[in-house]
């Protein structure tokens, strides 16, 4: 079975700086791995996704991750942080498979706030 | 427009009463999630479904009662609530088991 562990449970960084949200993961096979964020009283959004392939994933709101095997790892990073980037911030892990213990786990969650 | 809907968004409700928490996909998905939220215990998973007529339980299913009878709906039912079930409830739907999932936007149950 997966997990997922996000060491970081909050996070401040003023406005225009960079942004890295750490996320290790553990899984024996090679995983799909996701980052969501949830803005206040909403649901979770997917900011991106890894499949395979290139491991620098693009998503939204020019939000990046890079996969990276040796280290177990699936950092999200933003070159440059705005205000309402604050929100909480999971990383997730899946696999492709059928058995019931392959099934997306979602990490802790890191929440993000911005000073202007 | 597509997505998944929840509803009511908001309820509230007395110890021992029965709620059911709506869930509406318009994607075709085959499978369908609920987790609840809470703080310090982040998204646990109440149920799941890989197609209609098929669900089976997740990490937090005592209390809690779902149906599948149409792919795109997913009803969880809380049968006696507790003031244990007071959360904050999200349906999710995917086209497989282990790929991204689609949220909506949340049902906050409070139990009095």
């Known amino acids: 079975a997966q997990s997922v562990t996000q060491p970081d449970i909050h996070i401040t960084v003023s406005e225009g700086a960079s942004l890295e949200l750490r996320c290790n993961y553990s899984?024996?096979?090679?995983?799909?791995l996701f980052w969501y964020v949830q803005s206040p009283g909403q649901g979770l959004q997917l900011l991106l996704k890894y499949f395979s392939g290139d491991t620098l994933v693009q998503g939204i709101k020019g939000f990046e991750a890079e996969f990276k095997r040796s280290q177990s790892s699936f950092n999200l990073r933003k070159p440059s942080v705005h205000w309402s980037d604050a929100a909480e911030y999971f990383c997730?892990?899946?696999?492709?498979?059928?058995?019931?213990?392959?099934?997306?786990?979602f990490g802790p969650g890191t929440s993000l706030s911005v000073i202007p | 427009d597509a997505g998944i809907t929840q509803s009511p968004r908001y309820k509230i409700t007395e110890t021992g009463r029965q709620v059911t928490l709506m869930c509406h996909q318009t994607w075709s998905h085959s499978y369908m999630f609920w987790y609840r939220q809470d703080l310090g215990h982040g998204l646990r998973l109440i149920y799941y479904?890989?197609?209609?007529?098929?669900?089976d339980k997740g990490e937090v299913p005592d209390g809690y009662v779902v149906s599948r009878s149409k792919t795109e709906n997913f009803p969880l039912t809380l049968e006696s609530a507790t003031r244990s079930q007071t959360s904050v409830y999200f349906c999710?739907?995917?086209?497989?088991?282990?790929?991204?999932?689609?949220f909506g936007d949340g049902t906050r149950l409070s139990i009095l």
């Open positions: 999710a739907s995917s086209e497989w088991w282990g790929r991204a999932q689609h």
């Open positions: 997730a892990v899946g696999a492709d498979s059928k058995t019931s213990y392959d099934k997306v786990i």
């Open positions: 479904s890989a197609a209609a007529d098929i669900t």
């Open positions: 899984y024996g096979a090679t995983p799909y």
